[in-house]
Structure formats: structure tokens, C-alpha cells
T-cell receptor, first 110, second 115 residues
């Protein structure tokens, strides 16, 4: 079993939809949780960063962490075609390497 | 602007040849990483370095080599021993040393194709 599980998709939604992307993990020591967005043939860019449990909002994006369930989510409101990309979750206990999910490919159609 | 520069963007290699991928950062980051990305497999760690003149193998180091002679530079050599080198290679860095408090910064990648 992988330390971090993420559905590869693709997830196809119409423009304006609310998107929910998720990861589960097995290591209870993880405290730092991140979401990266990767456009085709580009490097990942940090989108959201959350420490421990709770929610964090930034514009149309909300990151949610439920440590009791070992489950993290990224919500995208009013999705746009420009949101079409692969979204990777990543996490760590702190002074260790990041552990990445395999990424979920999101397609937002106009 | 601070960032990570990977070159070249596209690289073609003949079977049996070694090739070197360049990674340079001006972020003053201590730690640097090399990942390989294949469709459906996510990011796989090849090598990482937390300080100059020191580096460690990642999960898939066989057939690869690295050096870290300068803080800013972490080149990756794909040797002829790497049986399936065609992939997208990503370099990343983080600061402070070994900490993920601020996440990783990635380069734009090098796509290597064996012809």
C-alpha cells in the first residue's frame, strides 16, 4: 500500500462546477499538507499549503485536512477551463522529504 | 526573479550514451532534488542533496548519478545503465535545509527521449 493514495482521474467537469479532489494517507506523523498544480509539460507549482488540521481558503480554492480520517481535500469553486491541469497532493512530517500522490488530472470544459 | 532553471527543455539520446541534465537555482536553497515523472506513476525520487558535496539515493537511483559541487547546481547524469530513461525529469529545491515548511520549488522540467 502506498503512503499516499490519489485517484488519477481524469475528472471531467463543466465550467462553473465545484470540483473536489482528494487524497488519503497512512502515516499519522504527517502534519504539513500541500497541493500542487501542474500544467502539461510544466513543473508543479505550489497552490495551497496547510499545517495540521482545518481549512484554508484562497480565492476559489479551499484546502481541507481531516487528520482523524487521514484525508485531505482541495475544492475549486466556479471552475474555469484554465483550471485544467494535474493536481498533486504532497505531505510530510516536517523535516523529511515530501511524499507525493500520483496526481489527479482535471479537465474543465467550456 | 528567483527560481530554478532546467536545461535543456527537450533532450534526445541515442542508446548507449550518457547525458547530463542541468539544474541551477538562485533561491539560496540548501536542499535539491531530482524526480522522474512517468504517466500514471506520479513523481519518483531519484537523488537528493541537503548540502554541498553530499547527496543520497532516492527510490530509483539505479542508472543515474549526480554531483553537488556548488550550492546553486545539481546536475543529473542519465547513464547507459538506465534501461528505460525516456521520461520527464523534474528538479526541485527547498529551504531551510531538509525542511518542507515552505514546500518545494520546481523547475520547468526536461523531457528526455531515447532514440
Amino acid at each position: 500500500q502506498k503512503e499516499v493514495e490519489q485517484d488519477p482521474g481524469p475528472l471531467s467537469v463543466p465550467e462553473g462546477a465545484i470540483v473536489s479532489l482528494n487524497c488519503t494517507y497512512s502515516n499519522s506523523a504527517f502534519q504539513y499538507f500541500m497541493w500542487y498544480r501542474q500544467y502539461s509539460r510544466k513543473g508543479p507549482e505550489l497552490l495551497m499549503y496547510t499545517y495540521s488540521s482545518g481549512n484554508k481558503e484562497d480565492g476559489r480554492f479551499t484546502a481541507q485536512v481531516d487528520k482523524s480520517s487521514k484525508y485531505i481535500s482541495l475544492f475549486i469553486r466556479d471552475s474555469q477551463p484554465s483550471d485544467s491541469a494535474t493536481y498533486l497532493c504532497a505531505m510530510s512530517g516536517g523535516f523529511q522529504k515530501l511524499v507525493f500522490g500520483t496526481g489527479t488530472r482535471l479537465l474543465v470544459s467550456p | 526573479d528567483g527560481g530554478i532553471t532546467q536545461s535543456p527543455k527537450y533532450l534526445f539520446r541515442k542508446e548507449g550514451q550518457n547525458v547530463t541534465l542541468s539544474c541551477e537555482q538562485n533561491l539560496n536553497h540548501d536542499a535539491m532534488y531530482w524526480y522522474r515523472q512517468d504517466p500514471g506513476q506520479g513523481l519518483r525520487l531519484i537523488y537528493y542533496s541537503q548540502i554541498v558535496n553530499d547527496f543520497q539515493k532516492g527510490d530509483i537511483a539505479e542508472g543515474y548519478s549526480v554531483s553537488r559541487e556548488k550550492k546553486e547546481s545539481f546536475p543529473l547524469t542519465v547513464t547507459s545503465a538506465q534501461k528505460n530513461p525516456t521520461a520527464f525529469y523534474l528538479c526541485a529545491s527547498s529551504a531551510p535545509t531538509g525542511s518542507v515548511l515552505y514546500g518545494y520549488t520546481f523547475g520547468s522540467g526536461t523531457r528526455l527521449t531515447v532514440v
